[in-house]
């Protein structure tokens, strides 16, 4: 699923490069904290809200598509397909960029941009045109 959005005249997508499943699902009163600034009551209506019916929320891996005039541009990469860590159970849940960017029309050769937000493996490991 590609969630679009626009940001002023820039056109959005959100990509998906996976998400992991239990035993990553912490529960809200671990992975959410009172210094974090998020309401534990709005992040158990966010849950419910989903269908989930639990209180615990996937870890996913996102990344932003942006169509702007000089090209596309993808605003960090997600964990890619070959990710080290967590054992080899892992890999058929990550390195979804590829597929994504196709599904929302784009593809590793038409980015003009990578832009990251900070260098933690689950934003920075994927290589955009790297196949799963």
Do not use: K
């Not at 600034?37 to 942006?66: D, F, K, Q």
């Not at 993808?74 to 964990?79: I, S």
């Not at 390195?95 to 599904?103: E, H």
């Amino acid at each position: 699923m590609i969630h679009q959005f626009a940001v002023g005249r820039l056109s959005c997508a959100v990509i998906s490069d996976g998400q992991m499943g239990p035993p990553w699902e912490p529960p809200l009163a671990e992975f959410f904290t009172p210094a974090s600034g998020v309401p534990e009551a709005g992040l158990r209506t966010a849950v419910a809200a989903e269908g989930r019916g639990r209180t615990t929320l996937a870890c996913g891996y996102n990344c932003i598509l942006v169509q702007t005039t000089d090209g596309y541009a993808v605003v960090d990469t997600g964990r890619g397909p070959r990710f080290p860590g967590y054992g080899p159970f892992i890999e058929p849940l990550v390195g979804r960029l590829g597929a994504g960017l196709a599904s929302a029309g784009a593809s590793a050769a038409e980015l003009a941009a990578v832009v990251f937000t900070h260098l933690h493996q689950d934003h920075c490991r994927a290589r955009p045109g790297q196949a799963s």
